[in-house]
């Protein structure tokens, strides 16, 4: 278990008045700490229903290939433990290429892709290994303050083995001049932790002729097996 | 320092976002838990989100609950239910009311709803649960005794009258009557 100093670490604060959304959403009041024993309701069976064909491939559940560059993303769940989780639902949505989501609310002008809806989701294999294959996200504008604008990123959706390991994050892409420009990213206080949402280029995965591959490897909280106090 | 050094720490959470629809909540089946063949009491369970301003209307809720008989993760009732809030800030989930769980080693709890909550603006999710007004076994809950008494009505569901099998909750992120968060 991470401790509340790690968490504020490692974790964004929930007021962080550069990101403007937070000024009026973020809970003033201080939170009520759940004792442990509280905390370990097994998680939901959702990551047992079935997962279409198509649904950890986002390039072919259209009738044409989208636009953009093809990727590999794959990487390793695992706990705080370093254990692998395995058969956990990996939900993972984005924008097109072109930097415009499916959605009705995105206005940005930049074109729908017909071929491109940006939704996925998977389970992990036995090692705790999840791989999509998808189209590289374009950056977009946002109307936080002048001239704002997110850098190319994938949203993340986890359950994990207990209710404390729910997680929804973002995956970024090496070395995106956009970084020190957003909020979002920056909300992360710590340097490292900022640079685990960052994936990384990897050989490995990546496919000749086809994609290139990127992986992001995810860590969870809960599930600590050895209590840590005493320890020195 | 008591830590392992190299141990792993867990990756930094972020914001859904306003434009998580059509990746989390385009299955509307995800607000009925009461499917067929689901024993107990039937009920509407109707979440309204607010903010310092107002309504939310880009927010996500997630319920996870037990069962009639206060278990949770049983074949019949999966007990996890997921929708967004419509313009108006709330979503409706047909689920069955809770039992009482009883499991805990600080001891039984009274009938509650488990509440994860999303929203563009919230860099991380917030935790709640939600409380049935009137349940003898609200005095005593565990967890509701580590909450200051004036803020324990905030976790309170009632009922509108007219409505009787529907239960109205809602959350305030911030202001005036501001909503009991759980940290884990």
Redesign the interface.
Known sequence: M?T?Q??AH?????L?PP?K?????????P?????R???D??A???GHLPIGGTDNDLTRQHPGEPLGERIVVAGRI?????RAVPDTLV???Q?NAAGR???A??DHPAPLDPNF???GRTLTDANGIYRFVTIKPGAYPWRNHHNAWRPAHI?F?LFGTS??S?????MYFPNDPLFPYDP??Q??PDEA??Q??VSQFDLALTEPEWALGYRFD????GRHSTP????? | MTRDAGRPVATPSQTVGPFFHFGLTANAALGTLAKDGVRGERIGLRIRVLDRDGPVPDAMVEIYHADAEGQYGQAHFDGFGRLPTDGDGTCVFETIRPGAVSTRADGAQAPHVNVCLFARGLLRHVYTRIYFSGDAALDEDPLIALVPPARRSTLLASQPSGEPAVWEFTIRLQGEGETVFFAL
């Open positions: 991470s509340p790690e968490l490692s974790q964004p604060p929930l962080y990101y959304s937070t000024i009026p959403r973020a809970p003033a009041e939170m009520i700490q759940v004792p024993s509280f905390a309701l097994a939901p069976l959702f695992a706990d705080e433990d370093g939900e993972l949505w924008c989501y499916f959605h609310r995105d809806g940006g939704a949203h959706s209710f404390q729910r997680l929804v994050t973002q979002i990213l909300s992360v932790a900022r685990r949402l995810i860590v969870l909280r840590f106090e005493g320890r020195v």
